[in-house]
């Protein structure tokens, strides 16, 4: 097998629980360009590469059971900035991915029921933020653009479609309320 380029700088940042991206150049190009040569690579080792279907690379956790500590505390951060968009109506893809954002203006801690979240998962004010930003910045989720503004990258999906799915499911009409609407709209009432 001829020497893969970038080996051991893509080894060693997916090894640490990073996500290659079109932002991280030049290595994302050649694992676009020689995925199969790297997945064999890194299978013969036991690891297994993944590329996702919206384009970047990570390397699937060798043991599901353990999750780290910061998961939680991502998952409850983004299904916040999601919840929000949904509430106010916009596109969730656009809003999340289309924009830049500032940590001083984001919502987490306007309503009391984001805060309580926040709060179950150990975040409590603003510098707790950060440091779940910091480390969504770690795993290539986030870049930041200056001390307080950050975007959201590629990679994001891989948490991205699991708070769809919630907040999709928090803002679906339940069971009962699916029956009564369509058993009113089946049998109207007789207004005369």
Request: proline content about 6%; overall charge negative; aromatic content about 12%.
């Amino acid at each position: 097998m001829n020497t893969l380029p970038h080996l051991t700088t893509i080894f060693d940042r997916l090894r640490r629980g990073y996500h290659l991206g079109p932002d991280d150049e030049p290595e994302f190009s050649r694992l676009c360009e020689r995925f199969d040569e790297y997945a064999a690579y890194f299978a013969a080792l036991g690891i297994t590469l993944v590329r996702h279907e919206r384009e970047f690379f990570y390397f699937n956790a060798e043991s599901p059971e353990t999750v780290p500590d910061t998961l939680p505390r991502i998952a409850v951060f983004s299904y916040i900035m999601i919840d929000h968009a949904a509430n106010q109506g916009r596109p969730i893809d656009d809003f999340i991915f289309g924009q830049n954002f500032l940590v001083t203006a984001l919502p987490h801690f306007t309503l009391d029921r984001y805060t309580a979240l926040l709060r179950q998962v150990e975040v409590h004010d603003m510098s707790d933020l950060e440091n779940v930003l910091n480390h969504m910045e770690r795993i290539g989720w986030v870049k930041w653009l200056s001390n307080d503004e950050f975007r959201f990258l590629r990679p994001f999906h891989r948490v991205f479609g699991k708070c769809i799915e919630l907040t999709q499911t928090a803002h679906a009409p339940s069971a009962d309320e699916s029956d009564s609407a369509s058993t009113t709209e089946e049998n109207p009432v007789n207004r005369e």
